[in-house]
């Protein structure tokens, strides 16, 4: 230690040196992140074949919906990309792009993982930069109309209006859903729209998969930590998860140009739909049968396939797009035509048959039917009388044949003992 002229301690050089190193790490924790930092934790785009399935397909001529709280089609990472949209909250702009509650920032955020172009090579890149973007807006806490009602004709106007993938980052909190679903999806099904839909998260009470994600062909998605084992709190488990992807300190594009940190399947579900994307630029030729199948059967497993937790496994974007993978003629993961008429009670047609009343039925008046009421009369009596008669018999020769034997057994009980049988 040393003093400079005015009694002032002073480091030496070598001290100075690693209390400037000590303040620049602690410095740095703290200090907010840039925009390259946000791309940096993308780290699916290389560690999961994103990139290398860029260089057969980047999601051009895809039209991808977001049925959620809005888009901010303003925001540098999103410039360009919404074509179109609409609100079924009653809270919103006819356009879709005001963020309504209960989550302002949320459909922005999903936006940005499934179709974020980036900002000059620094903000968030989606997994299909060059798909385009129909924003839906929806309301679960103040919408004039109930949830259920507004995801049905959300589905219905994203497919009427010319949407190839629906993103679907809600749970409902329930595994069932409601007959007015079933309209909607299956109009979704038959037109050949892909469902992608978040699993749900343990860390928000979701102990369990809840639909969208349930419903038969949908493509459900569970969350994993970049060791890619599955989140603990930011994924849940359940028999109809699909895929799973990264779920934890995903990058986030917000409204107003900023960007957050987030965690949650709601991430995971647009990774995926952007991958999906990816393969049907890749394969025009397929339905949306083997779109899913590609997906499923490319990811890489991780216990046995078809698990609550994984799935099919962790998606692989470069074998699912590149892949030599067999077609399919059914889906793997069902179908809402097959389910309906097994689980929705169904009203019937039932055909009116007048009966007549007891007095007004015809006496018969032939010999063939009195013959028959003439046995009917008495034969029902008689077998009853006869059994009545065989079981007294019975009875009464069991207790004739009992007493000689009883006088035997007395007699000898009387004569004297004189061994006993060891």
Not at 82 to 100: A, H, L, Q, Y
Not at 309 to 330: F, L, M, Q, R, S
């Amino acid at each position: 230690m040393q003093l400079d002229p005015d009694g002032v301690c002073m480091f030496g050089r070598r001290a100075r040196l690693i209390l400037a190193t000590v303040l620049v790490a602690l410095l740095g924790f703290s200090t907010p992140a840039n925009a390259d930092t946000y791309r940096s934790s993308e780290w699916w785009i290389g560690g999961l074949g994103v990139t290398k399935a860029w260089k057969t397909a980047t999601g051009k001529g895809i039209t991808i919906a977001i049925i959620d709280g809005g888009v901010d089609g303003s925001h540098p990472d999103l410039t360009g990309q919404v074509i179109g949209g609409t609100d079924m909250s009653g809270v919103g702009s006819s356009d879709g792009e005001t963020p309504v509650p209960p989550n302002k920032r949320h459909g922005t955020q999903v936006a940005s993982l499934v179709a974020g172009h980036g900002d000059n090579g620094n903000g968030v890149m989606g997994t299909a930069p060059d798909a385009k973007l129909l924003s839906i807006s929806v309301s679960f806490s103040s919408g004039t109309t109930s949830g259920d009602e507004q995801v049905a004709k959300a589905l219905t106007w994203a497919v009427n209006h010319g949407a190839d993938i629906v993103v679907m980052s809600f749970v409902m909190g329930r595994s069932w859903w409601t007959p007015a679903w079933d309209e909607a999806f299956l109009k979704a099904e038959k037109a050949g729209v892909l469902i992608v839909a978040a699993a749900g998260n343990r860390g928000s009470g979701t102990l369990s998969i809840g639909a969208p994600a349930s419903i038969p062909g949908v493509l459900a998605v569970g969350g994993i930590s970049r060791s890619r084992v599955v989140s603990s709190f930011a994924s849940t488990k359940g028999s109809t998860i699909g895929v799973v992807a990264p779920s934890e300190k995903l990058p986030g594009s917000i409204p107003g140009g900023g960007r957050v940190k987030w965690n949650g399947t709601s991430g995971a579900a647009p990774i995926v739909a952007g991958i999906a994307a990816l393969v049907m630029e890749a394969h025009p030729e397929l339905d949306t049968i083997n779109v899913i199948n590609r997906i499923l059967v490319s990811a890489d497993p991780v216990g046995k396939v078809g698990n609550v937790n994984y799935g099919w496994g962790v998606i692989d974007a470069d074998e699912a797009v590149n892949g030599d993978i067999p077609t399919v003629t059914v889906n793997p993961l069902g179908t809402l035509a097959a389910w309906i008429p097994l689980h929705r009670y169904e009203e019937w047609a039932s055909t009116v048959v007048e009966l007549p009343l007891p007095g007004e039925l015809p006496l018969p008046d032939d010999r063939s039917v009195s013959v028959g009421l003439w046995w009917a009369d008495l034969g029902v009596p008689g077998i009853v009388l006869g059994g009545i008669a065989l079981s007294v018999a019975i009875l009464v020769y069991g207790i004739v044949r009992r007493l000689p034997r009883k006088a035997k057994v007395e007699s000898d009980s009387a004569l004297p003992v004189d061994r006993v049988d060891l």
